[in-house]
């Protein structure tokens, strides 16, 4: 089962815009720390950015501004905005929660999560 889906991956050109949604399949994750990675062909998966459960977001040095990561709560949605796409962007795009979904399966009671990622690709 997939407890995180991710969409608004697609294909632009470099330059352009994209935004990500990201929403748990199932359970609410509006007090929980999440985050963005992405994984390049031939290259290990890293992180984009993360944001605690008030909206505070951290990115990784490269995105240099041109990502926004945000989150509404009340609609139990995280985003990641990217602007000023380049080539070497391509990737999947990996959304990420943080012991967040209740399990009695897991350590301490809660799940970590990853979804299934979404693609995407820019072209020059």
């Known amino acids: 089962q997939v407890h995180l889906v991710e969409s608004g991956g697609g294909s632009v050109q470099a330059g352009g815009s994209l935004k990500l949604s990201c929403a748990p399949n199932?359970?609410?994750?509006?007090?929980?720390?999440l985050a963005w990675y992405r994984q390049a062909p031939g290259k290990e998966r890293e992180l984009v950015s993360s944001?605690?459960?008030?909206?505070?977001?951290t990115d990784a040095d490269w995105v240099k501004g041109r990502f926004i990561t945000s989150r509404n709560n009340a609609k139990n949605t995280l985003y990641l905005q990217m602007n000023s796409l380049k080539t070497e962007d391509t990737a999947v795009y990996y959304c990420?929660?943080?012991?967040?979904?209740?399990?009695?399966?897991?350590?301490?009671?809660?799940?970590?999560?990853w979804g299934r990622g979404t693609q995407v690709t820019v072209s020059s």
């Open positions: 944001i605690s459960r008030d909206g505070t977001a």
């Open positions: 990420a929660s943080d012991s967040c979904r209740p399990s009695p399966y897991c350590s301490g009671g809660y799940c970590s999560d």
């Open positions: 199932g359970y609410v994750f509006s007090t929980c720390a």
